[in-house]
Structures are given as structure tokens and as C-alpha cells.
């Protein structure tokens, strides 16, 4: 069943938009089964309008587990039988979020503000394996990949992210912001130096 759009309404055109270019930004998309995508889309929408309406960290916090334990059990993965690992949810919902949130200023300035705060990282394997070299006891194992990443380890995860900003950036960043610096310090080449 599709979601159906009010054509008069550009406020909730512009969300369904801005879902989509969340879940394509998150590159997590292509893991899931065709035939959850749909329902992956149309249940972030309903989770993305429930965040705008938190008023405490616990209380996103608290939405933002139950999301992705619906979606353990919901979304399917393409290639492999089964479904898709808290991770990986967890990393897609965290993506939309920041584009939706940080990015978009949604549902407007003041509350983008506040809930950008509270808003955690998506981070991928490259960022758990430089977090794992500055806390290599932190977690064991490490997982290397997030399809591994179960709540317990998700959790974690982001307490060691959070602590690594206020160790290494005297917790003048957000983790959206770690988010955004170690993506690009980690997945993009170097630039090569120019004659200019």
C-alpha cells in the first residue's frame, strides 16, 4: 500500500522528501529487501514526526529502541535470508535523523536545536575501528562490521563516542558532528596536493 501524500500540503511533501534523501544518504538502503523498503520509508516517517515531538532525551531515547527493535523483526535483508540486525537499523535511523534533524532544521530551529543535542552518531566500521584503537577493552569483542551490532553494543558505541568528544574535543561537538568529521576523515581519499 502506498503512503498517500496531501497534494496541498508542502510541509508533509517536504518530510516524505526529505525521508527519501535520508535513506538514500544512509548507502544502508541497498541491504534491505525490496519488499521492506516500503515499509522501512513509511514507519521512519511516523518515527521521524513521534521525534519531533520529544521532550526529553529519554524520552527519544526510548523511541529510538523501540524503532529499531520493529525493525529487526520487519526489515529484511536483500541478500541474506533473515533480518536486519539492530545495527543496522539503528545506523539507518541515525542517518535519516541527522539529515532530517541537523541537517534540515526540522521540525523547526529551536526544536532542531534541542534534539540535534541528544541525536547519536552514525557509525560505520571504519569509525568503530579507530574508536577500538583508542578503547580497545571497551567492548569485547569489537564488532567489525555493524550487521554485528546488537542494543547492548549499540549503546555502547555510543557512550564511547560520546566519550571520545569530550576526551579528544573537550565536548565542543556533538555526535552528529563526530558523525560528520570521521566520515569524511575516514571514507573520503586524500585530496591530492595541486601545483597551485
Known amino acids: 500500500m502506498k503512503t ?84 543496522q537499523i539503528a545506523k539507518t535511523l541515525d542517518v535519516v535523523l541527522k539529515v532530517a534533524v541537523y541537517y ?15 541525536l547519536n552518531a552514525a557509525v560505520d566500521r571504519r569509525m568503530m575501528a579507530m574508536l577500538k584503537k583508542y578503547y580497545p577493552k571497551a567492548i569485547e569483542p569489537w564488532p567489525s562490521a555493524i550487521e554485528q551490532v546488537d542494543s547492548g553494543r549499540y549503546i555502547k558505541i555510543q557512550e564511547i563516542v560520546r566519550k571520545f568528544i569530550n576526551e579528544r574535543h573537550n565536548g565542543s561537538i556533538t555526535p552528529v558532528q563526530f558523525d560528520d568529521i570521521y566520515w569524511e576523515a575516514l571514507n573520503r581519499p586524500k585530496a591530492l596536493p595541486t601545483n597551485e
Open 4 to 87: 498517500q501524500l496531501k497534494l496541498n500540503d508542502p510541509q508533509e511533501t517536504r518530510l516524505h522528501n526529505i525521508i527519501d534523501m535520508g535513506l538514500g544518504f544512509s548507502a544502508m538502503i541497498r541491504l534491505f529487501d525490496k519488499g521492506t523498503k516500503r515499509k522501512l520509508r513509511k514507519s521512519m516517517i511516523t518515527m521521524t514526526k513521534k521525534v519531533f515531538l520529544a521532550k526529553s532525551e529519554e524520552e527519544f531515547k526510548r523511541l529510538h529502541s523501540e524503532f529499531c527493535q520493529w525493525g529487526k523483526k520487519e526489515i529484511g535483508l536483500a541478500r541474506k535470508s533473515g533480518t536486519a540486525s539492530y545495527g
Open 104 to 118: 534540515c532544521h526540522l521540525p523547526e530551529c529551536g526544536k532542531s536545536k534541542q534534539l540535534s543535542r541528544w
